[in-house]
């Protein structure tokens, strides 16, 4: 492990009330550094019986936090932001090491990781409620905000930090708590949140971190009662399954699940700019985004043009170690991934795609997928229809506004979408054909604390981030009072 400042934020227990657990049966997984391959650590392996435990203290600590104030509240998520800021550098440490991105983007992912703990400290004290007009004279009825109760959080590997705070920030400032189950893959960076979590006086049990393979823990998550929110972040696939897990006990859910981005640029593009945002939006974390352009649909008038720029400016990627001066592509998460990128290359090759350019050079090892431009991409290639999940950029033509649309919406999912044209009443009517639940004109960065963040279709249910992530917290109660 690289030294850290604070050794301690680097935990490799579980977090239950309070308490830093190993697991009731001695067993534990590896967790591995995506870049050499070697073994960081270990995390306890829980079973059901520790994962009720975890429940139970969410259930009992929710009966007091939810009484807590507005403002305190607030100030617990302050303090959380403030130590998550001052802990920047080790934080960003702990999830190269087990992620593998890039330390500069680890760093940014930290700041992003911030901004929703700083944004629902803020947006605690602006839960209200109303007043609604009665039809009868001697009636009263308000509309009261609550909070919905035990949320259990469940994380991807591929921002380990950020799809904590994005859930744990607005159930706190709405006054749940949680029990989180972070990726098996990525859970230190959890870990150290909890750790901060804990130092900035937020009360035991209201943040509970389960960790281990999913199956168990996952199962009594969604089949407990007494859990009364599901929040997921994660693929189409386990997204329909814990749907399915927590029917029988009708929980509320958010489902942030893959998506499979168009990403489209016109005749009358800034050419220099859709470059740029391809840039932004395929290749960072290597392409391994829910939001990442899959598909890039070039106007015939462009086509060369910008595959041309854009072939130059990937082939001068740096790929290497996440921790090694000027890398820009790190090592992907683990070998399955690298095993789907080379499916999806090979199959689009032998479809009728061709390299532009030259791909990067690799390090040794087999932990890392070469970026690429594949030209002459068709819609009947696995990588137009499945997430690839790395840095391959498919350029697809189109010849009119009305293609490119049918193209870019012929796909079950519907996350993010991305756009680039100069033309004014174009902007608006492809902006608004789009069936996506995130449309960028003109950049390729759409992830801010601000602004909701989630999609349609097949791409999931409920937002987070901005005024709307905090009502996936909270219950509606009409409270009327009769004979005044
Ligand atoms: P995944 O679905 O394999 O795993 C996500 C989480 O679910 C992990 O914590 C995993 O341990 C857990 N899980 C797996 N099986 C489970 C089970 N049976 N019960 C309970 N939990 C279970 O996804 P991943 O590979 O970690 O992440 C990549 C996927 O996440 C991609 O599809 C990507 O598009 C999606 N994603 C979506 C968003 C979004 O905001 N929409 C953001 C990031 C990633």
């Known amino acids: 492990m690289t030294a850290l400042t604070d050794p301690d934020l680097f935990r490799q227990q579980a977090l239950v009330d309070g308490d830093w657990i190993d697991a009731a049966s001695g067993k534990t997984v590896d967790v591995v550094d995506p870049a050499s391959g070697t073994t960081i650590g270990t995390i306890p392996d829980l079973g059901r019986d520790e994962t009720r435990r975890a429940i139970e203290a969410a259930e009992w600590a929710f009966a007091s936090f939810r009484r807590t104030t507005h403002a305190a509240r607030a100030a617990m998520l302050e303090k959380w932001y403030g130590l998550i800021i001052e802990h920047q550098e080790d934080l960003a440490r702990i999830m190269t090491l087990e992620q593998g991105k890039p330390l500069a983007e680890a760093r940014g992912e930290i700041v992003y990781t911030a901004s929703f703990v700083k944004w629902y400290a803020e947006e605690a004290r602006r839960i209200g409620g109303s007043t609604i007009p009665a039809p009868q004279v001697d009636r009263r009825i308000l509309v009261l905000k609550e909070p919905v109760g035990v949320a ?27 029990v989180i189950k972070p990726s098996e893959f990525t859970p230190y960076s959890a870990l150290a949140l909890a750790v901060l979590a804990q130092r900035a006086g937020i009360p035991n049990g209201v943040v509970n971190v389960v960790t281990g393979l999913p199956a168990e823990v996952g199962a009594e998550l969604t089949s407990n009662p007494a859990v009364r929110k599901i929040s997921f972040t994660g693929s189409t696939r386990v997204g329909a399954l814990l749907m399915r897990q927590s029917a029988d006990s009708i929980k509320k859910l958010s489902l942030e699940l893959g998506g499979n981005a168009p990403f489209i640029v016109f005749d009358d593009a800034d050419i220099d700019l859709a470059v740029e945002g391809v ?105 137009a229809t499945e997430e690839t999940f790395g840095p391959v950029a498919p350029l697809f033509h189109f ?86």
């Open 152 to 178: 259990g959080i469940i994380t991807p590997w591929n921002f380990p930090a950020a799809m904590i705070t994005r859930k744990v920030a607005p159930a706190i400032a709405a006054g749940c708590t949680t």
């Open 279 to 383: 840039m932004a939006s395929k290749f960072r974390n290597g392409g391994q985004t829910c939001v990442c352009a899959n598909r890039i649909l070039v106007q015939r008038g462009v086509y060369n043009a910008f595959a041309e720029r854009l072939a130059a400016r990937v082939s001068a990627l740096n790929v290497g170690p996440g921790d090694a001066a000027g890398t820009q592509i790190g090592p992907m998460i683990n070998r399955a991934a690298i095993d789907k990128i080379e499916r999806h290359v090979e199959d689009a090759l032998a479809k009728g795609a061709s390299i532009m350019g030259s791909r990067p050079a690799l390090p040794d090892g087999d932990h890392y997928a070469a970026p690429v431009v594949l030209a002459n991409a068709s819609t009947d290639m696995l990588l």
């Open 399 to 484: 010849e009119t506004e009305e293609e490119a649309i049918a193209i870019a919406n012929g796909t079950p999912y519907g996350l993010a979408a991305y756009f680039y044209t100069q033309g004014l009443k174009r902007a608006w009517r492809v902006g608004e054909a789009l069936e996506f639940g995130m449309v960028g004109l003109n950049t390729g960065v759409i992830s801010m604390e601000v602004a909701p963040f989630g999609g349609v279709k097949q791409s999931g249910i409920g937002r987070e981030g901005g005024q709307a992530g905090i009502e996936e917290y909270l219950e509606t109660k009409s409270f009327h009072i009769g004979g005044l």
